[in-house]
């Protein structure tokens, strides 16, 4: 190729970018852009690395460690195990709260009822629902006693209210008259006017409770309600329907005491009555202590009806003897007569509740098949005769049989004399 030929290389003027030189230049040039880049490389790199050293030691900081630490020597860093420290102990619950009653401090027990805390510290809270032996129902609304509350006083009932540290309740305050004197009178709007035959008068809770909290006066002037009266709902007791003011004792007794529920209440609103199932005598074995405990003389029982007047009764203590049980009783006598037994609320015993076998028994006493006298089995029969004739009939046999012939039955119905007698 001659030496003054164009080179191949060269490109014409104005023919797109300038040359960039010769072969060497380039081959610098590429070597000085692949420099550029690996270091910038390295600084991208070496600026994650330490992105991700700060996330470990932040993720390090906020995680709990699980293993010993070690330092650069391999050395453990790990503290040293610290004491446990124990709980405080929680103090132990107070016996006692104290409680203002009608200004006057009182000591009560945790989860006592508002009325038990009254009655203990002296202040009665009329009632007829409430039974310390059962459930409180708050049904009657009469033991409304006033609690001071944040807001203020407040009318509560004491029946289903416990008593708490530092509470003040008020038990006569001109609000809780008015209101007793409300219940009494919505409660005497259907009550009969019985007293004077009833065998509750003298030992009513609302005839005593119409005279201390009563309005003293009826505004009502309509017609009272009326039943047939009295049921005989079995062989010992009559319900009287216009005298009951649905206290709920009879049948919570049924339902919670005796777990015969053969009593409760029939209808609903203003037609709401005390009745048995249909065709289903009351045919409890403790139906006795119901007519015990109902407040208005609404269930009586037939050995004790018109019989005497309360103020009229001689009492005394005693203890049931138809079983070993010794159940605390009450008997009731009139003119040398007994006409009454009643249950004593005794602790360790019976808590007022009484059978029916027990509480009735007393009829067995002036019963005309009742012995008088001894007798003595002859050719015509039985035959009465005298004490010291009778014992004499009876070691003559003793003495004639033979020994293994002879057994003796005692049993819980027994004495204590007679068992040593026995023995």
Request: net charge negative; glycine share 8%; proline share 9%.
């Amino acid at each position: 190729m001659p030496d003054d030929a164009p080179d191949a290389a060269e490109a014409p003027e104005g023919a797109g970018a300038p040359n960039p030189g010769s072969t060497s230049e380039r081959r610098g040039q590429a070597d000085r852009e692949a420099i550029t880049d690996g270091s910038a490389g390295e600084d991208q790199e070496q600026r994650d690395d330490a992105q991700s050293a700060e996330a470990v030691e932040v993720d390090a900081a906020t995680e709990p460690p699980t293993e010993a630490a070690t330092d650069v020597a391999g050395q453990s860093t790990a503290p040293a195990d610290e004491p446990e420290v124990e709980p405080a102990a929680e103090p132990p619950p107070k016996s006692t709260v104290t409680v203002t009653i009608d200004d006057y401090p009182h000591e009560a027990r945790p989860g006592q009822l508002v009325i038990d805390a009254c009655e203990d510290a002296g202040q009665y809270v009329p009632r007829f629902c409430y039974h310390p032996r059962m459930t409180p129902v708050g049904m009657c609304r009469q033991c409304l006693v006033e609690v001071e509350g944040p807001r203020g006083p407040m009318m509560v009932v004491s029946c289903m209210t416990p008593v708490a540290d530092g509470q003040v309740v008020r038990t006569a305050t001109p609000e809780i008259k008015r209101a007793q004197e409300g219940v009494l009178e919505l409660l005497l709007a259907n009550h009969p006017l019985d007293c004077p035959v009833c065998d509750k008068g003298g030992e009513c809770p609302l005839q005593d409770q119409a005279f201390s909290h009563g309005p003293g006066e009826s505004r009502y002037l309509e017609e009272k309600r009326h039943f047939e009266k009295p049921i005989a709902i079995s062989d010992l007791v009559f319900l009287d329907r216009e005298r009951c003011i649905l206290c709920d004792r009879c049948t919570r007794f049924a339902d919670e005491v005796a777990g015969d529920p053969l009593i409760t209440f029939t209808h609903r609103g203003n037609e709401t009555q005390v009745l048995t199932f249909p065709d289903e005598p009351f045919a409890s074995y403790f139906s006795g202590n119901t007519v015990q405990i109902c407040p208005v003389g609404a269930l009586t029982a037939s050995p004790y009806r018109f019989k005497a007047r309360p103020w009229d009764l001689d009492q005394v203590e005693s203890t049931c003897t138809t079983c070993s049980v010794g159940c605390r009783i009450v008997v009731q006598s009139s003119r040398d007569q007994l006409v009454r037994y009643q249950g004593v609320d005794s602790d360790p015993v019976n808590w007022g509740w009484l059978c029916d076998r027990g509480r009735f028994n007393f009829e067995a006493v002036s019963s005309d098949q009742r012995l008088g006298a001894p007798l003595v089995r002859g050719e015509g029969g039985p035959a009465e005769t005298s004490w010291s004739t009778a014992l004499q009939a009876a070691a003559q046999l003793l003495q004639a049989a033979d020994p293994a012939a002879i057994a003796v039955l005692g049993g819980a119905r027994g004495t204590n004399e007679d068992a040593y007698a026995w023995a």
